[in-house]
Structures are given as structure tokens and as C-alpha cells.
């Protein structure tokens, strides 16, 4: 009989959370060039990707996204799929929702996909003609935009008629859908672990809500329907906002889920969703300058990048970095050592493998790169110049540094705060003796490239030609995972973050297929064991 797996990291949310996504993919529709073959290959990931955006939102409800995931899975599956509350991520610092600009952004990028999509259809009917294109190929991919330019027409009018006040992007009633459809599926399938989520900032917004007072009534008991609480720092708060932490007065949530062994899983990377306003109003300790930094006076953080727009990726880092960074964490677990909690994502892929690669930065100005070697000693500045030329107002990375003064500068600027990966610092946190509840999940493992950038593509066995990440993993395994002692390993679980997996990343499908060709009979461990261990199951 298989066994009953556990994806300790998802999402069973429909489209209303999903317009951000568009921007990155828009970017891509308009950097590809469709007359070279692996290009094609590539638009036609992509425009297979949002297609599935405009499927996933049309679905009304969780229940069908999580029947969606189960057939995904070759095993029987756990899931644990993670509530958001979004209410707040249009919100600055007055605590007024910007809603109203956020829209007209988001119809307008919507509106630009639809036209460079318009174009590319013409450019892949010419390409045809001229038979550059194979048909067959030209066709699927002409279908599949139609459908998509047909999808962005419907999503367009369900923003307008939201019914939604015009400064609101995410409604409350959003919340309460997404928490009552989790709270359904719980009751009818044993097999759905749902985590709560509250955003704690209610407090300062909503009259007669006690934020604390909400998480501990939907986490307690001796059946509650929510199994453990979600924490997603990105949208507007910190780890050390006093909800959390507690005051004087008042003990803090972390506290409570210490003493009650209550499961969390908290989002640690620099990507995924960030709140869209630029300045928010926080209840804690933030990071700024390399260090944890006392709340502002007025409590408020700004910030200089919008989150919808083209430099997205680096805005929801930007948020990241002063709102969740792992050195946050760690002064959280100072003070609640014993915590069940889950650093989800492992800092993310991308961390993941510059810290296995041990990859340096290929470009840094003079400035930064001299300022970090001041307090070390002047072997180690010589090695670091050896591995750099200095041109203008930058150092470039030299080609063929030899491995070991590779590995030994990655430590170096790491320690210094030239490098500052989050893999890293979670490392620190769960393979600490003084932590033993403290766990990390590979959910969103999307490395699909090979070191020279190239999409790595494989087939199925029904022909079925899949983008696949089973060279980065297997590389993760021998030069990370297998290195481990048991103590760390037992702390790494599997996780899909389905349905964003859909979107940037494999298929889940094939998601959890090459986890389990790479990692054996130790997916058993990743999937079954550390799992349950976190969520403080009976083996």
C-alpha cells in the first residue's frame, strides 16, 4: 500500500492573489525571441504558465484547487495548505488603502500583456508561413494565447466589477472566503492540515479585534480544524511586532505556541508576495544597515521600489530585507528557543545554490568590496584581490577561480557582509543544538538551468517534455544534504508551495517525481518523517 506523504508547504487560494504574477511574466513574453527554437521552447513555457494563472483563477473554489493538487501526486498526500490574509497589503502607513492606484496599475499591465501578446501571435503565424515554425508547434502556441488574450479580458472585468470600494485591491470578505473554504476542507478530509494566518496589524486597524485572542481560539482545543500558524512578514509586519513578541503587559503569541507546541511555518526567502504600498506602519523591531534596528519613533518603514512594476523582483526583496531578514528570526529564537517553527523555503532556491555552489558576487563597486575587507587580516585582503580585477568604479569577478579559494572567500565575504545569503543563516538556526524544534522546507525549488542559463528540459514517459530541476537537486543532495550530519538532516522537509509552484516553477506533478528519483529511499524521511516530527504527529 503507498504511503501517506506530506506536502508541509501549500496554497489552495484562487486568482484574487495572483495579479503580481503578471508583471514577471510580462517581462518575459516581451524578452524572447521566438525565432530561435529554444526560445520558442521558452515562450511557450511561459505562455503555458499563465495559462494556467487564468484556469486556476477561474476556479471558484479551494476545494477544487486541493483536488486538483491530490491528483498531482502519485502517493496518497497530507496537505498543509497555508491561509494568507491579504487584507492589509494595500495599506501605507496612515493606514489608508492604495488600492485605487494598485488597480489601475494592474489593469494597465494586464492591458500590455494582452497587446504583446496580440503581437507574438502575428510574429508566430509569419514565422509559420515561412516555415521557421514547425506547425504543430505554431498552432499549440496560437491556441494557447488566444485563450490566455480571452483570460485577461475576463480578469479585467472581474476587478471592475469587484464591487470592491476603488481604493481596495484585497477585501476582507477575501480573507473570510479563503478561511472558510480551508475550515470546510478540514471537516470533510482528515488529510488537510490547514495553517492559520491573522494579519497582527489588525489590532492597530480594526476596532474590537484581538488579534491574539483570534489565533489562540482557532489553535486550540483538542480537534482544532487549523493545525498550526502561518507567518508571512513580506506583507507588512515583522517577526518582532509585539503580538508576536509580547510587551510587559502581555505575553506574545510565541510564547503561547512555545508552551503549546504549536506548529509554525513562516516565510523565508526574498521572493514570493510583498506588500504593494510604499511605506508601511510597523509594531517592532525592523532591519536596516546590516543590523536589527529599534522600531522608528512613528513606527513607519518606507521603501523606494513598487512592488508592481518592473523592477518587482527587486522591490519584494527590498521589503524582505527590512521586514523578514533571518537575523530577525534569530532574535526571535534567542528569547523562545524551544519554538516548532518552520523557516520555509531554506532562504529560497536561488540561496540554496549559491551557498552549495559557494558563488561570488561577479560584480561589486570598489567601495563596498574595500569596506568589507577592512577587519580582516592581510592575507586573506590579498586573496580577495587575487580573485578580482578592479576596472572603474567596480571589481569584476575573475573567470576560473580554483575551488578551495572559492569556497574560502565565500566564507570570508559572507562574514563580512558582502554576501549575505539567507540559506546560510537558517542553516545556523536549525543545526543549533539550542534549537531542536527548528526546521526548514525546500518548497519552490525551481532551479531549471544549467550553469550557462539554459532551460534543462526532459520527457515523460506518455512524451510529455517537462522543464525539469533534477540537476540542481541532485546536486543539492551530494554537496549539501548528504554532507549533513542526522541532527541537520532531520530538520529539511518537503514541500511543493503549490499552486505558485504552477506559476514560476515545474509542474508539481514532476515537482515531487525528481524529488523522489533524487533523493531515494531518504524521500521517505523528507516526506513522511521530518514532517510529522514538525507538526509533533506520533511517528
Known sequence: MPQLRYDIHCHLFNGDLLQRELVDLLILLKSV?????????????????????????????????????????????????????MSYVDTDYTGKAAGGEIKRRIKLVLTLLRAALAALINRVEKLKKKGELPAGEA???????????????????????????????????????????????????PNVLPFYNMDPRQNMYEQNVDVQAEIKANLSGPNPLFKGLKIYCNLGYTPLDKVYMGTAQQEGIFAWCEREQIPITVHCSRAGFACLTNSVKINGKYYRDDRVQPKPADGIVKFKLDVIGLKAGEAIRERAYKLNHPNLWKEVM?????????????????????????????KVTV?????????????????????YRKRETYMYLRPDIPDDLRTGLWDLFQNTGLIDNWTFHILEIIRNPAYPNAYTDLSAFSISEDLNGNTIWRTDADGTD??????????????????????????????????????????????????????????????????????????
Open 139 to 189: 498552432d499549440q502556441l496560437i491556441q494557447d494565447m488566444t485563450d490566455v488574450r480571452a483570460g485577461i479580458n475576463d480578469l479585467k472585468k472581474r476587478i471592475d466589477n469587484s464591487g470592491l470600494a476603488d481604493n481596495l485591491l484585497f477585501s476582507r470578505e477575501n480573507y473570510l472566503v479563503q478561511y472558510n473554504q480551508l475550515q470546510t476542507l478540514a471537516q470533510n478530509d
Open 334 to 362: 534567542s528569547k523562545y528557543p524551544n519554538l516548532r517553527i518552520n523557516f520555509a523555503h531554506f532562504g529560497g532556491d536561488s540561496e540554496i545554490m549559491e551557498y552549495v555552489r559557494k558563488e561570488l558576487p561577479k
Open 33 to 85: 525571441n521566438v525565432q530561435q527554437g529554444g526560445n520558442a521552447r521558452k515562450l511557450m513555457v511561459a505562455v503555458g504558465r499563465l495559462r494556467e494563472i487564468i484556469v486556476i483563477a477561474n476556479r471558484p473554489s479551494a476545494s477544487e484547487v486541493c483536488t486538483y493538487l491530490q491528483n498531482q501526486y502519485d502517493d496518497p498526500i497530507v496537505l498543509t495548505p497555508l491561509l494568507m490574509d
Open 466 to 539: 517537462y522543464v525539469s530541476i533534477k540537476d540542481a537537486l541532485q546536486q543539492f543532495k551530494s554537496d549539501f544534504y548528504d554532507r549533513q550530519v542526522d541532527y541537520t538532516k532531520k530538520k529539511i522537509l518537503y514541500g511543493s508551495d503549490f499552486f505558485l509552484l504552477e506559476v514560476w516553477g515545474p509542474k508539481t506533478r514532476y515537482f515531487s517525481r525528481e524529488f523522489k528519483e533524487v533523493f531515494g529511499a531518504e524521500f521517505d524521511q523528507l516526506s513522511i518523517a521530518h514532517p510529522k516530527s514538525f507538526l509533533n504527529l506520533t511517528p
Open 367 to 387: 567601495q563596498r568590496f574595500y569596506d568589507s575587507l577592512k577587519r580582516v587580516p592581510e592575507i586573506a585582503r590579498d586573496q580577495a584581490k587575487k580573485a
